[in-house]
């Protein structure tokens, strides 16, 4: 069993930056494809970004590309999410989720675990 959280969120003003990181613990982390979804007020969860197991490619969703990085370190069990130039409509609950699928199966929507953190909130002002 996987186990995941994440910190780092809060509140920032538009235009700002934040690094949100999500620490694993449990085995074979870097077996796992790693994820962001965030879930904004009254809306459904969607994936932001996504990276394969040894950290070479990635997966950004339109509204983020350019903007996000997402980075992971197999040595630290962690996963990271650089987020620059934020806009108030990254405001969302972003969570971090691991499966053992590969990267084009993961972004496609197809997925056979379930691990998630429980969340941290971003808040960006306008």
């Known amino acids: 069993q996987l186990q995941l959280e994440e910190s780092g969120g809060g509140l920032v003003q538009a235009g700002g930056s934040l690094r949100l990181s999500c620490a694993a613990s449990g085995p074979s982390f870097n077996t796992y494809t790693l994820g962001w979804f965030r879930q904004p007020p009254e809306r459904a969860r969607e994936l932001v970004a996504a990276?394969?197991?040894?950290?070479?490619?990635?997966y950004y969703a339109g509204p983020v590309k350019g903007r996000f990085t997402v980075s992971r370190d197999n040595a630290k069990n962690t996963l990271y999410l650089q987020m620059n130039s934020l806009k108030p409509e990254d405001t969302a609950v972003y969570y971090c989720n691991a499966d053992s699928v590969g990267l084009t199966s993961y972004y496609n929507g197809t997925f056979l675990d379930d691990y998630w953190g429980q969340g941290t909130l971003v808040t960006v002002a306008s």
């Open positions: 990276i394969n197991v040894n950290g070479e490619a990635t």
